[in-house]
């Protein structure tokens, strides 16, 4: 019964990742590493039309992907996982970025 469950799970996901990679635009949140090179990384993308943020599963290979920059991704939506990374604006280093205004306190 497991292997039967666990075959049709796996053939699902085989068919998810046929479909045509989506593409969506963001900011990145946040990237978080995982111990060892092979490991995927996870990144954080606020698309900016939801109040949502989405993790995606990213490619070991994958560098130059910070904080703050703007990216374009072709995604598997099924699976989370992203197909290709494509650097859209560099993030600023964190001296040029504008702060936001204080507020006076009551």
């Given at each position: ?21 989506g593409t ?19 990144l954080a ?62």
């Amino acid at each position: 019964m497991a292997c039967g469950a666990l075959a049709t799970y796996l053939l699902v996901l085989a068919c998810l990742e046929r479909r045509d990679p989506g593409t969506i635009t963001g900011e990145v949140l946040r990237v978080e590493s995982r111990k060892g090179k092979e490991v995927a990384r996870f990144l954080a993308l606020d698309e900016g039309n939801t109040d949502l943020t989405t993790a995606w599963a990213l490619p070991a290979a994958s560098q130059g992907i910070a904080t703050g920059a703007q990216v374009r991704l072709r995604v598997s939506r099924g699976t989370r996982t992203i197909r290709s990374v494509e650097l859209v604006r560099a993030a600023m280093p964190e001296g040029d970025r504008v702060k936001s205004p204080k507020q006076d306190a009551p």
